[in-house]
């Protein structure tokens, strides 16, 4: 799937250093997920029904 185009957002809670953060961005069909350190690394695409389920889920367990 080509990204050049995708517009990457970061969580507002991320620190000016950075932090452990993850980027996501939307497409059609799908939400891209990256590591903020590591823009040019691998990105792990996921149905939004399947991010809304993990986001769900870590949330019940914090």
Known sequence: MDLTGAKWRKS???GSNG????E???LPGV???RD???PDGPV???SRAA?????Q????TA
């Open 12 to 14: 507002s809670y991320t």
């Open 36 to 38: 903020s350190k590591d």
């Open 31 to 33: 939400v891209a997920v």
């Open 19 to 22: 932090g452990n953060c993850v």
């Open 51 to 55: 991010l809304r389920e993990a986001v």
């Open 57 to 60: 889920a870590a949330l019940s």
């Open 24 to 26: 996501v961005a939307g």
């Open 44 to 46: 792990l695409l996921v």
